[in-house]
Nanobody, 116 residues
Framework: QVQLVESGGGLVQPGGSLRLSCVAS????????MGWYRQAPGKQRELVAVITSSGHSTNYADSVKGRFTISRDNAKSTVYLQMNSLKSEDTAVYYC?????????WGQGTQVTVSS
């Protein structure tokens, strides 16, 4: 059974930074591409960043490109999302999951609120 637990969210001012973490239980982590997703109020969940199983390749949504960085530590079964130059439109609940996502792996997510 796989469990994904996100942490690191919070309230930050525009222009600020946060680093999200997602710890995975189970043995599948090191063989899966992982993604960070977000869901803002009233909007559909969207994929914002992807990293391959090896960590050698990443991809980003245009809205976060140049501001967010995804990384992973397979020894710790953890994937990270470094978020810089945050904007109000980045406010959302952030989730990690495999990419493509696996329905049964969705966790509680971590709330990120960007506001002055």
């Amino acid at each position: 059974q796989v469990q994904l637990v996100e942490s690191g969210g919070g309230l930050v001012q525009p222009g600020g930074s946060l680093r999200l973490s997602c710890v995975a239980s189970g043995s599948i982590f090191s063989i899966c591409a992982m993604g960070w997703y977000r869901q803002a109020p009233g909007k559909q969940r969207e994929l914002v960043a992807v990293i391959t199983s090896s960590g050698h390749s990443t991809n980003y949504a245009d809205s976060v490109k140049g501001r967010f960085t995804i990384s992973r530590d397979n020894a710790k079964s953890t994937v990270y999302l470094q978020m810089n130059s945050l904007k109000s439109e980045d406010t959302a609940v952030y989730y990690c999951n495999t990419e493509p996502s696996t329905a049964s792996y969705w966790g509680q997510g971590t709330q990120v609120t960007v506001s002055s």
